[in-house]
Every structure is written in structure tokens, then in C-alpha cells.
């Protein structure tokens, strides 16, 4: 069974850092690209970035450049977001998503990480 | 930025009737290669999203027939044919063809 699964819920306090992970198993891994998109609670989806298959390559969206980290490790079939220098207005659940090369959809989801920033 | 405009937002729907939500890009999602890059997504409550239509018109594997989508230039539709109790969600249309990949504001449908 294909499957992406998230660590658990994080709580944080203001200006700290935060690393999501994302285990891919029942596929392969190094074949795709992973995305990640978050959701502050009640509003809509917005796109942080994807990491290449490879690992060598990502693309951040310019609203997370400089506090985002995305990172992959083929060996253990994981990607992995790190967010620093948090705020309130990053609380929201963080997904991971699977792209397949050429297609450009994200066709499997994992189930989403609750992030809360607060002091 | 590409940006995604969807209506309307919220659509109460009639188990069995049809229903349709509306995305516009503002601009063209075609592709040299001839591929529009715009997918149909549904968070049903409480879920993560999943996929219902890539590339404009492709059905996902696994998603019932009830569910087209169609596009023409920067306009695009997500028609369900007959609607069923489990449809309920936020409807999402999202365009993959540069980044930063860019979601509509999203379609809440809600049964009557």
C-alpha cells in the first residue's frame, strides 16, 4: 500500500525551529518529487516548495525563502521540512505530497502535521 | 505569480442533481507541450486532499465517472454529474505550471 506518513503534532514556541518528517513507503521513493503544502487552520492551501528526486534541487516558494529547508533521505525513504524562526502566523498543518516526474500532480498526501506557535 | 480565482465558494448541492465550480488562471496554464496544468483537488472534512482531475480533463485513478473537468483557455470546470452524499468537502483548483504552484480560494459544498 503506497503511503506517506507525518510525524506527530508539534507545539513551538515563537522563534524556534520546527522539522517535519515524511515516510514514503509501498513505492518508489527516489522516483518523485515531494512538495510541501500548509494550512492555517480554516483558510485555504498554500505551496511551500518541492525537493527533486535527486535531493540536490529544490524550489521554495519566496515567501518561505530563507527560513525553509527541505531535504530528503533515500536511504530511509524521508523527506523532511524545516521551518526556523517561527511565528503564530505559522500555525498550520503541514502535508507532504507526492509528484510524479512529468506530471506535476500531487497524487498521494500524507496526513498532515498540526503545527502550533505559541508562547 | 500565477493567480487562481474559483466561484463561487460555497454551493449547497441536492443529492442526485448535478453541480459545477468554476476556476480562472490569470494566464494560460498550456503548455509547449501541449498539457494544460491545472488539477481538481477535494478536502472532505477532517481529511487531507486528494486528487480528482489532472492536466485539466484526466480523471484520477480511482476517482467515480461522476467527476469531469474541462478547460478552455484560462477557464476551467469541475462538473460533478450527480451529486452524492459523500462529495461534500472544499473543492480546490491548482495550477502546477510555474512555480510558486498557486490553489484556488476553494469551494465548500454542502448538501441542502
Known amino acids: 500500500q503506497e503511503q506517506l506518513v507525518q510525524s506527530g503534532m508539534e507545539v513551538k514556541k515563537p522563534g524556534a525551529t520546527v522539522t517535519v518528517s515524511c515516510a514514503a513507503s509501498?513505492?518508489?521513493?527516489?522516483?518523485?518529487?515531494i512538495h510541501w503544502v500548509r494550512q492555517v487552520p480554516g483558510q485555504g492551501l498554500e505551496w511551500m516548495g518541492w525537493?527533486?528526486?535527486?535531493?540536490?534541487?529544490?524550489e521554495y516558494a519566496q515567501s518561505f525563502q530563507g527560513r525553509v529547508t527541505m531535504t530528503r533521505d533515500t536511504s530511509f525513504s524521508t523527506a523532511y521540512m524545516e521551518l526556523r524562526r517561527l511565528t503564530s502566523d505559522d500555525t498550520a498543518v503541514y502535508y507532504c505530497a507526492r509528484d510524479p516526474p512529468t506530471e506535476q500532480t500531487f497524487d498521494l498526501w500524507g496526513q498532515g502535521t498540526l503545527v502550533t506557535v505559541s508562547s | 505569480e500565477i493567480v487562481m480565482t474559483q466561484s463561487p465558494l460555497s454551493l449547497p448541492v441536492t443529492p442526485g442533481e448535478p453541480a459545477s465550480i468554476s476556476c480562472r488562471s490569470s494566464q494560460s496554464l498550456l503548455k509547449s507541450s501541449g498539457y494544460i496544468y491545472l488539477d481538481w483537488y477535494l478536502q472532505k472534512p477532517g481529511r487531507s486532499p486528494q486528487v480528482l482531475i489532472s492536466l485539466g480533463s484526466n480523471r484520477a485513478s480511482g476517482v467515480p465517472d461522476r467527476f469531469s473537468g474541462s478547460a478552455s483557455g484560462t477557464d476551467f470546470t469541475l462538473n460533478i454529474s450527480r451529486v452524492e452524499p459523500e462529495d461534500v468537502g472544499v473543492y480546490y483548483c491548482m495550477q502546477a505550471l510555474q512555480p510558486p504552484w498557486t490553489f484556488g480560494q476553494g469551494t465548500k459544498v454542502e448538501i441542502k
Open positions: 525537493i527533486h528526486p535527486n535531493g540536490r534541487v529544490t
Open positions: 509501498g513505492f518508489r521513493f527516489s522516483d518523485y518529487y
